[in-house]
């Protein structure tokens, strides 16, 4: 039983910045990758970023130098600062974790917008 709350969504103008952030709570006894995906009306969910237990990170190549994904584990939280916003942005981000012994775990999703 574990449970993912997101925050930190909403509307943005194009140049502009929010944090996202996903505290997983519950049943957890090992978290090895935590990341974001985002998926915008009609179109596949895909990659954002994501961040090992370690704290190596990936990120698709359309974010990259704009959005910083970081972990604070002894919050077992994920955070995403997305920063130079454009309107491509828009889309629902979903956080995900897995989880030892090798359970994906989503969260319900946040809306980000970014329009003028």
């Known amino acids: 039983q574990v449970q993912l709350v997101e925050s930190g969504g909403g509307l943005v103008q194009p140049g502009g910045s929010l944090r996202l952030s996903c505290a997983a709570s519950?049943?957890?006894?090992?978290?090895?990758?935590m990341g974001w995906y985002r998926q915008a009306p009609g179109k596949q969910r895909t990659l954002v970023a994501d961040?090992?237990?370690?704290?190596?990170?990936n990120y698709a190549d359309s974010v990259t130098g704009r959005f910083t994904i970081s972990r604070d584990n002894a919050k077992n939280t994920v955070y995403l600062q997305m920063n130079s916003l454009k309107f491509e942005d828009t889309a629902v981000y979903y956080c995900?974790?897995?989880?030892?012994?090798?359970?994906?775990?989503w969260g319900q999703g946040t809306q980000v917008t970014v329009s003028s």
């Open positions: 519950g049943s957890i006894f090992k978290i090895y990758t």
């Open positions: 961040i090992t237990d370690a704290g190596g990170t």
């Open positions: 995900k974790v897995r989880m030892w012994p090798g359970s994906d775990y």
